[in-house]
């Protein structure tokens, strides 16, 4: 029993500062990203209309991933009292906020960049491709509203919510319990699902025809007998590599958002770990695909290191 009892207490801890490391890379890689657009519009005096859509992007994610710090930290630690409560509803609030509002960011940069690379002859992407860096800020305005809206009903839920396993016994209270709490998820789930379906049914439909005119136009620059090595090609094939995997990783972040919000992790030994662990990693991926794959992320984040280097 006590063997049993060290080693839950040694996983439980491996996972809290597995978690810690990601939200402080997390944190640090997005707040590098916004460091170096700002840096480019001190230089520039202007900014690309999609760095601005990703400085957004970075912020959200970098305080989603804050968020996150400080909900493990509450629990696990007990930083506020029993009797204040309202502060993990706040924090859940707030990290749903983050989430829809990076969701939207994310749709945004999407149907941004769609707009601008595909070539359709339609009145729809004709008006688009001529207005659109002009809505941008006017997007990203109504996505802070909507996801305000749509994140205010979880603090509800917050606070009425039983989040322990549900057991099938034969005991009339448990059973009126178990009742009750499913109830209560399939409530949860059903905000969720109106909160977050409709951005990422809008981004999976731009990056669907982002990245089958991306396909075409590279097979048909093969036809033509552009060399592997033809910049072009180059450039599309790493915007069809990117888009790709930005795709794979917003469906692995919504289908874990959705078993989240499903209470599937509550089936686990350690549920809000586990949790955040599926929450955390796939915005992590992401970002740091970013950094890595941009020349400008990486000598900033190069000429950090070698600074930090010389301090030490």
Known sequence: MKMTMMRDFSVQYTLIVV?????????????????TNVMKWKIRKSLPTSDKILSHLAISRGLYFVNIFIQIS???????????????????????????????IATTLCVFYCVKI?????????????????????????????????????GWYRNHLKTH??????????TNYGHDTTLDLMGQFLIFAAGSFPPFIIFCAANFLLICFLFMHTQRMKSNGSH??????????????????????????????????????????????????????????????????????????????????RCF
């Open 19 to 35: 978690l810690y490391v990601k939200c402080l890379i997390g944190f640090t890689v997005n707040m590098i990203m916004v460091a």
């Open 74 to 104: 509450g629990v696990h630690f007990e930083l506020w009292p029993r009797q204040k409560q309202f502060v993990p509803s706040i924090l859940y609030i707030l990290s749903m906020f983050l989430y829809y509002v990076s969701q939207w």
């Open 118 to 154: 595909v070539s359709y002859n339609c009145a729809l992407c004709l008006f688009l491709k001529s207005r659109i860096s002009t809505m941008v800020p006017w997007l990203v305005t109504a996505s802070l509203i909507m996801s305000f809206i749509s994140s205010l009903p979880f």
């Open 165 to 174: 396993k549900i057991f099938n016994t034969s005991s009339e209270n448990n």
């Open 228 to 309: 592997v090595h033809n910049p072009n090609l180059k450039s599309h094939f790493g915007a069809l590599k990117s888009m790709s995997l930005f795709l794979v990783l917003q469906i692995l972040l919504f289908i874990g958002m959705n078993l989240f919000a499903s209470g599937k992790f509550l089936q686990f030994q350690y549920p809000m770990l586990i949790s955040w662990m599926v929450r955390c990693s796939p915005p992590l991926l992401h970002s740091i695909y970013l950094i890595s794959a941009s020349d400008d992320v990486r000598k900033v984040f190069t000429s950090m290191c070698s600074g930090l280097m």
